[in-house]
């Protein structure tokens, strides 16, 4: 067995995305939902796995190993993903055993399972971490942490051409700029890529501001060697990542009833709610027309509900 990936390039919807406040400011919303891509590989992590998949298939891997925690959407959309071209996945996860929605999919798609602890885990980028997990799985690429990297922002490229290609069914010609969550960086890189300035993107920070996004992206821009335009990072984590408070939760839950989009606390609820700042401040004229980025997630939006200090990044 070996990883060989069929010709599958699936199609995320854009659709206008309807809220009392973005109407009364005269700013036009529509959303790409990644979130409806597919029933199991769903949002931005598909876009960050395809060239990552694309070189382990090149290189003739046996299987994929990567990394990521217990409520990890990485390691969600990989392990889905070897269930469904039919390759072997490992998993090596954050702390100590535990069993969460999330990992009970890992397993129950397959992945081979280890625990990391936490010292573990911390030392992931220490030369030689990789040497005894390759030696453990012979022939199997490693896949960076939450597929990021160049790879994983040259599959999100494919994300401006879709949504230009459907701009008719929301009735635009164009569209003023994106507006994203942000927790690696790598998506925003990828649209940075497509746009070649042609469009500003801004991209609301699920992490605190010290967490490397701006050092992440520059430096996939700079691997990249390819031209740029103006992007923004606004903080946007309500202190610290998966930090979930009142005001948040209320917005969300107001936000899902007027448009039926369904969100999650960690990075849509949050970007979508720095959005709603920055348009009652003016920040965008009135007849602006924003696309905002559903990166999807909802498998782990009860977990993050619950349990939101458990939450995991990836």
Same mark, same amino acid.
């Given at each position: 067995? %070996?990883?060989?990936l069929?010709?599958?390039?699936p199609?995320?919807?854009?659709?206008?995305?309807?809220?009392?406040?973005?109407?009364?400011?005269g700013?036009?919303?529509?959303?790409?939902?990644l979130d409806l891509?597919?029933p199991? $590989?769903s949002?931005?992590?598909?876009?960050?796995?395809s060239?990552?998949?694309r070189?382990?298939?090149?290189s003739?891997?046996?299987?994929? $190993?990567s990394?990521?925690?217990?409520?990890s959407?990485h390691l969600?959309?990989?392990?889905?993903?070897?269930? +469904?071209?039919n390759?072997?996945t490992?998993?090596?996860?954050?702390?100590?055993?535990q069993?969460t929605?999330?990992?009970?999919?890992?397993?129950?798609?397959?992945?081979?399972?280890h625990w990391?602890?936490?010292a573990g885990? +911390?030392a992931?980028?220490?030369?030689?971490?990789?040497?005894?997990?390759?030696?453990?799985?012979?022939?199997f690429?490693?896949?960076?942490?939450?597929?990021?990297?160049?790879?994983?922002?040259?599959?999100c490229m494919?994300?401006?051409? =879709?949504?230009?290609?459907q701009?008719?069914?929301v009735?635009?010609?164009? &569209?003023?700029?994106?507006?994203?969550a942000?927790?690696?960086g790598?998506?925003?890189?990828?649209l940075?890529?497509a746009e070649?300035?042609?469009?500003?993107?801004y991209? !609301?920070l699920?992490?605190p501001?010290d967490?490397?996004?701006?050092?992440n992206v520059?430096? $996939?821009?700079?691997?990249?060697?390819?031209?740029v335009g103006? &992007? =923004?990072l606004?903080a946007a %984590?309500?202190?610290?990542?998966?930090k979930?408070d !009142?005001?948040?939760?209320?917005?969300?839950?107001? !936000?899902e009833a007027? %448009?039926g989009?369904?969100l999650?606390?960690? &990075?849509?609820?949050?970007?979508?709610?720095?959005?709603r700042?920055?348009?009652?401040?003016? &920040?965008?004229? +009135?007849g602006?027309?924003v696309?905002?980025?559903?990166?999807?997630?909802? =498998?782990?939006?009860?977990?993050?509900?619950?349990?939101?200090? =458990?939450?995991?990044h990836?």
């Amino acid at each position: 067995m %070996s990883v060989v990936l069929p010709d599958w390039a699936p199609s995320a919807p854009l659709q206008p995305l309807q809220l009392d406040w973005s109407a009364a400011a005269g700013v036009e919303l529509a959303v790409l939902r990644l979130d409806l891509l597919d029933p199991l $590989i769903s949002g931005n992590k598909w876009f960050k796995l395809s060239e990552h998949l694309r070189a382990a298939e090149a290189s003739g891997a046996l299987g994929v $190993i990567s990394l990521g925690g217990a409520h990890s959407n990485h390691l969600h959309a990989l392990a889905a993903a070897g269930k +469904r071209f039919n390759f072997p996945t490992v998993g090596l996860l954050r702390g100590h055993a535990q069993q969460t929605s999330t990992v009970n999919d890992l397993q129950a798609f397959g992945m081979q399972v280890h625990w990391l602890g936490y010292a573990g885990y +911390r030392a992931r980028h220490a030369p030689g971490f990789w040497l005894p997990w390759q030696a453990d799985y012979p022939g199997f690429y490693p896949l960076p942490e939450g597929g990021g990297g160049l790879p994983g922002a040259l599959g999100c490229m494919d994300l401006v051409r =879709q949504v230009r290609e459907q701009l008719p069914a929301v009735g635009w010609t164009d &569209y003023d700029a994106w507006w994203l969550a942000a927790g690696t960086g790598t998506t925003l890189a990828g649209l940075l890529l497509a746009e070649a300035a042609a469009h500003p993107v801004y991209a !609301a920070l699920a992490v605190p501001v010290d967490h490397g996004v701006e050092q992440n992206v520059q430096a $996939i821009v700079h691997a990249a060697e390819l031209p740029v335009g103006r &992007y =923004q990072l606004q903080a946007a %984590s309500r202190g610290g990542f998966a930090k979930v408070d !009142a005001d948040l939760l209320n917005f969300m839950q107001a !936000a899902e009833a007027q %448009s039926g989009v369904l969100l999650e606390p960690l &990075y849509t609820a949050k970007a979508l709610m720095a959005l709603r700042q920055q348009v009652e401040a003016g &920040y965008f004229a +009135r007849g602006s027309r924003v696309v905002f980025v559903h990166t999807g997630g909802l =498998q782990g939006r009860a977990a993050a509900l619950s349990q939101p200090a =458990q939450a995991e990044h990836g």
